[in-house]
């Protein structure tokens, strides 16, 4: 990959799903890119209600799978009971789901906890959460090829810790989100003009063929000869 750079000179990532990367990015194990915790809610069985309803977020995988990047809402909270045996999470932690969907992303809005299917990933040395929120997304095959399955698959911390991932400067980081972002905005405006076109075309077709087959419109013998 070169990046958002075409004349950019590369070097060897050594990582076999990735291929060449620029000169200047670093391929690190992900657990030196950002710290990782795991979600915790430490009372079983967990649907206890004398947990729930109080003050605390408390996000499921449902969540992170049905987010758009960013969590904005949340379905379910923990009261003070809940709260003491949760971890709390503060808003911009990049959160990642490690049961059953594998791999679903997204980044907190808000201070919340989570159970133990959901990770938590801190960025240290200036990475930014964006960008790894991208790059996690592209290795989605990566985490499924390191799980593991009983009943559903699964995944832990220590198998994802020492996963080879590539790490650009603070600064591309920043560029490469803008460069995604600015892009996705064009290719989504683009797809939602093409499906209006689209509305509009079945909507004639319907209509067409309404009037052709109750005699508003009159079709002459000469029309399919």
Known sequence: TKGIDPEVKLKDSG???LGEIPEGWEVVALKRATKIIRGKFGHRPRNDPEFYNGDHPFIQTGDVTNSDKYINYFQQTLNAKGFNVSQEFPAN????T???????????????????????FYPSHGNSPEFLYYLFKSMKKEFLRVSTSNTQLNINIDRISPL????PPP????????????ETTRINTKIAKTKKIIALQKEYRTALISEVVTGKIKVTQGAVA
């Open 98 to 120: 490690i049961a059953a969907n594998i791999g679903d992303l997204a980044i907190l809005s808000f201070k919340a906890s989570f159970p133990d299917s959901i990770v938590g």
């Open 171 to 182: 600064k591309q980081q920043t560029a490469i989100v803008h460069h995604i972002e600015t």
């Open 93 to 96: 932690t990049l959160v990642m």
């Open 15 to 17: 990582i076999d799903w």
């Open 164 to 167: 080879k991932i590539p790490v």
